[in-house]
């Protein structure tokens, strides 16, 4: 009884230790998990992010309740070494740094969502305003504020710095000065609003805050430098890829809970709310960030800062106590195992030589065999790598053979490419190789399949039961060890070998030399069926690409010529021999390509061949007829082509045909040569206007204080006529120069034809017949009817004097619709397609040279005697048909004649009637107080007296100020402001508009002499306003006047 009492004693102690840890384990299970969030954008932006994935979690994990902690740049660290958390999301960089430091443990890496793709990577982005032009390149960023998020953030600054720094610059002493303002908004926000240069922010962030409607993408552009195809991303980037962002367990978290969070993120759906809340496709196997240890690495920053400083010196004087105390220990134990030894070395001394011997022997029995085998193996792995042209025909026949020979119980390869595709074979393991196959392709490889691909050394795996208890090939093992291995060549992973052991023989060196014999031999295998597919590739894309050069010359629309270092014709391309119109190429083979060339374009052709026999290019510009007659400018670039010896072989030229490029460029100058002068020529018309104004208008106003039939009457009236003339004259400017003011209205050509018949006979004499040929059914144009009457007028007098000995003058009408053909045939440059109507002025006089046709609409340009012409007629028709979207072709050959084709786009609409003007009534006077307002002070006073003659108070203004002030004095009295349209400083219609604010009812009259974009477009005047055309005569002031303030 006395015996029994002990072992129930022990018993019911056990059982409490029992109940009390599994009590223990079923309250830490319901405990709070923290999962720890870098806040790269602040912690309201991170919760409203996250918080949802831990709601997510929350209900797929009964019994647990997950909470979302923000965690800044300066808290992560101390928070995961506190053990504040249980998991933690961060950026690749902090992640690497805090397995290094805490041994955290990655489980899965996020699915970004940007534009509706998935991505598994990111990068850095330097943007800057799209305004910004001295920052195009990474050199650029010297001497700027650059601002960047963290030192701490990968996207933020960490990749960014890596760029600068392989581009030779340091971001702390080249910049003019680096902030780091917390959150990638702050730096956005700071580059937008002028406080920085530059900002670096990760890439997606400039997208998702335009799409959160906090910016404009557009007002942003990235400095984009890495080249080549490194990188390929949806959005603005700046450097190369990394992984994305990963959750990681720290060590504290049980594994069977970090399991079932990453089994529940790996099942997160792309649209369920947690995803679509944090803006991710889900949540994918842990990828690989050995690219982020290499660049952390090469900035010595993070778990790489001492990179390549620590002293062995260093670390004794750091740590000389406790070596000292480890070296005590060590001392201690050596003697003590020393003395326990030699206690118990007799004692087993026989027994354990008696032991070793049997084991010995049957391990080396064992052990011979086995290694037979694998040597046979390994002589018929060989041989299939001679054989096997197929990849997985190769890795399938050799799973096969180790196990067939007896060497191993089961074996198995997995292949991984360079997009992370994984390729598996494997013999012994029955149905349950199929299960790994479905996880692998799901999850990727598991923690210790990626360890192996990690390191080149052997793995051991001794009980794979206890060691792989989630493998679900675990059993196949039996009571076996597993050895591991990755199959490398040179510098090349392509994937691991694993195979079953008998575990006597697991720890045997020759047994594992021989598996990394074997090993070898598969990587070297792999690697020739590699270089194969590598060979056939280079085959089939060299074929392609001489096929497709060849393509190319043949089909290249330039003219492609192989010269002989001497400048001699070996070769010239299909579409070069129809560029030069040559139908037998045979005549000019090995004759010299310099003599083509003429003058000065042979001395150039000289020189470049000269400089590409040396080895350099040469470029020039040359005129050369085809050898049909067709004149051609040719731009013709010259180049070396090197020989195996790097010495020059041959010279290759290309001819480019230039000819309407030059004929382009040539109508280029001459528009702009009509521009500057129709310019010159309206703002000689405006200031002769208005000292037409004050000419005509005081010599009116003299008649009017003079004896009627005095002799003074006469010059007065010879000065008047004088005058009419000059207004002529300055219409024509005007309508040259597209400046005259037009009323458009819907008008029948035929209708102004006829009503101008009988004056164009009068004009032009008898000695010409005159025939009229209208169309029946004319289509309408929106002309001007004396605009329209001009151009009638000035093509026929132009006609008449090209017949001096009389002749025949056709006019005629037509309905014309004009096509592309039409424009090219006729050598018209940049019209319209669509249907217009005719006119055609044509004579049977003495026509005109191809030389004077080039400048007839030329402003003063003439044929005629001094004296006898203005050489304004014909530029004023040409301005005149411009300034109503029409354009003109002309027809001529000396001695026959020239006809004058005019067109005009047609108008849906009824012709306006021509009605008869009616006399003037007589003009009344009044007593409203009037402004004038006129910067020409002898304008301002001639209008002045012309209108006090009729009763009216005026007030006088020099500008669109005095104008302003004297109104407010006036306080509402004046009735009626007249003001020019164009004055320095403050035009007319600024004027009026200013004074609308305080005055809104005032009445205006505008006065100008040409048009001004202020009231009028495209020549057409702006709708209800009151308009005076410069020069004008006291009676037509005044009824304009008492017009406008009778309405």
């Known amino acids: 009884m006395k015996n029994l009492i002990p072992k129930i004693y022990d018993k019911l102690i056990f059982l409490f230790i029992i109940i009390f840890l599994l009590t223990a384990t079923a309250f830490a299970e319901k405990k709070t998990t923290k999962i720890g969030v870098l806040a790269k954008r602040g912690p309201e ?8 994935t ?40 902090i992640y690497v740094e805090l397995e290094n430091r805490f041994k955290v443990n990655r489980i899965a890496t996020l699915k970004n969502n940007v534009n509706n793709g998935e991505y598994t990577k990111f990068g850095s982005v330097i943007f800057v305003k799209k305004i910004n032009n001295e920052i195009l390149r990474l050199k650029d960023l010297k001497k700027k504020a650059v601002l960047a998020v963290s030192e701490k953030s990968f996207g933020g600054f960490i990749m960014a710095w890596r760029e600068l720094k392989e581009a030779g610059i340091d971001p702390f002493k080249d910049f003019a000065s680096l902030g780091f303002a917390g959150t990638h908004d702050a730096v956005v926000y700071a580059v937008r609003d002028g406080k920085a240069d530059a900002g670096i922010v990760r890439t997606d962030v400039l997208e998702r805050m335009a799409h959160e409607g906090k910016i404009i993408l557009e007002n942003f552009k990235g400095v984009h430098e890495h080249g080549g195809d490194r990188v390929h991303l949806p959005f603005f980037h700046s450097t190369r890829s990394y992984p994305e962002w990963t959750i990681a367990k720290l060590q504290h978290t049980s594994d069977r809970l970090a399991e079932k969070v990453t089994t529940k993120l790996f099942e997160m759906p792309s649209d369920s709310p947690a995803a679509l809340a944090a803006r991710i496709g889900g949540w994918t196997i842990p990828l690989n960030y050995q690219a982020v240890h290499e660049a952390l690495k090469f900035l010595k920053i993070g778990p790489y800062k001492n990179l390549g400083n620590i002293k062995a010196l260093d670390v004794v004087k750091k740590y000389w106590v406790l070596i000292s105390v480890d070296m005590v220990i060590l001392i201690l134990l050596a003697w003590f195992l020393i003395n326990r030894i030699r206690l118990n070395k007799q004692f087993k001394k026989t027994q354990k030589e008696l032991q070793n011997q049997i084991q010995e022997r049957k391990s080396a029995q064992e052990s011979v065999l086995h290694l037979n085998l694998i040597l046979r193996a390994i002589r018929n792995v060989n041989r299939l790598i001679v054989e096997k042209k197929n990849t997985l025909d190769l890795i399938q026949s050799i799973c096969h053979i180790l196990v067939e020979n007896k060497g191993f119980l089961n074996a198995w390869i997995v292949l991984v490419d360079k997009d992370k595709k994984f390729t598996m074979a494997g013999t012994g393991l029955g149905d349950s190789f199929a299960i790994l196959k479905e996880r692998v392709k799901r999850q990727g490889l598991a923690h210790c399949g990626r360890k192996v691909l990690d390191q080149p050394e052997l793995q051991i795996v001794e009980d794979p039961l206890t060691q792989c208890v989630e493998c679900p090939i675990s059993d196949k093992y039996e009571n076996r060890s597993a050895m591991r291995i990755r199959l490398e060549h040179g510098n090349k992973v392509y994937g691991l070998l694993t195979v079953s052991v008998p575990k006597a023989l697991v720890n045997d060196r020759e047994e594992q030399e021989l598996f990394k014999e074997l090993a070898a031999d598969i990587g070297f295998g792999l690697h020739n069926l590699e270089i194969d597919r590598e060979r056939k590739q280079a085959l089939k894309e060299l074929k392609k690409s001489e096929e497709f050069n060849e393509s190319i010359i043949k089909s290249s629309s330039d003219c492609i010529i192989i010269l002989d270092k001497e400048g001699c014709l070996e070769f010239m391309n299909p579409g070069g021999q129809r560029l030069m119109e040559i139908d037998n190429i045979e005549p000019y083979e090995n004759k010299s390509w310099i003599d083509f060339w003429k003058d000065q374009d042979h001395k150039a052709a000289l020189e470049v061949v000269s400089k590409a026999k040396k080895g350099n290019k040469g470029q020039f510009q040359g005129f050369c007829p085809t050898e049909k007659g067709v004149e051609k400018w040719w731009d013709i670039i010259v180049s070396p082509v090197m020989g195996k010896d790097g010495k020059v072989d041959r010279l290759l030229a290309v001819l480019r045909d230039i000819s309407s490029q030059r004929t382009m460029e040539m109508q280029l100058r001459q528009a702009q040569k009509m521009e500057a002068i129709g310019n010159l020529a309206g703002g000689i018309a405006h200031d002769f206007n208005n000292v037409l104004s004050v000419m005509m208008g005081n010599a009116e106003l003299a008649m009017m204080d003079i004896d009627q039939d005095g002799p003074a009457s006469e010059r007065i009236k010879e000065i008047n006529k004088a005058g009419e003339k000059a207004v002529v004259l300055t219409r024509q400017l005007l309508a040259f120069s597209r400046k005259q003011i037009i009323q458009p209205q819907i008008q029948d050509i035929n209708g102004l034809l006829s009503a101008i018949e009988k004056m164009l006979v009068r004009l032009i004499g008898e000695d010409i017949n005159i025939s009229i040929v209208p169309e029946p059914e004319l289509w309408s144009v929106k002309v001007d009817s004396g605009q329209m009457e001009q151009v009638i007028l000035n093509l026929a007098i132009n006609a008449s004097d090209a017949m001096p000995k009389g002749g025949k003058l056709t006019i005629e009408t037509g309905n014309k619709d004009l096509d592309e053909s039409y424009f090219h045939k006729k050598g018209i440059k940049e019209e319209k397609t669509g249907s217009y109507v005719m006119l055609a002025v044509t004579d049977n006089g003495v026509g005109m040279e191809k030389k004077v046709q080039d400048h007839i609409f030329e402003p003063f340009f003439t044929t005629k005697e001094i004296g006898k012409g203005t050489g304004l007629g014909l530029s004023t028709v040409y301005g005149i048909v411009k300034q109503n979207n029409g354009f003109v072709w002309v027809y001529s050959e000396p001695g026959q004649g020239t006809s004058f084709k005019v067109y005009f786009p047609k108008e849906m609409g009824d012709a306006v009637p021509k009605e008869d003007k009616p006399l003037p009534a007589k003009v009344h006077g009044g007593s409203e107080t009037l402004l004038i307002v006129e910067d020409d002070s002898s304008l301002r006073k ?5 209108l006090e003659i009729y009763g009216y108070t005026i007030l006088g203004a020099e500008n669109g100020e005095a104008a302003l002030k004297i109104c407010e004095e006036q306080n509402g009295l004046i009735s009626l402001m007249i003001t020019d349209v164009v004055m320095p400083k403050m035009g007319g219609k600024e004027v009026v508009e200013r004074l609308n604010v305080i005055y809104p009812h005032i009445k205006v009259i505008y006065m100008s002499g040409y048009t001004d974009n202020a009231i009028v477009h495209h020549g057409v005047l702006a709708s209800g306003l009151n308009f005076l055309q410069k020069p004008f005569t006291p009676e037509v002031l005044a009824r304009k006047v008492r017009e406008v303030l009778n309405t």
């Open 45 to 52: 932006h991170c919760l409203e992010k996250w918080s949802l």
């Open 942 to 946: 001639f209008a002045r007296k012309s």
């Open 54 to 93: 831990g709601e997510y979690l929350n209900n797929k994990i009964p019994g647990k309740r997950f909470v979302i902690v923000p965690l800044g740049f300066d808290r992560i660290f101390s928070a995961v070494e506190k053990g504040e958390v249980d998991f933690v999301l961060a950026n690749p960089s």
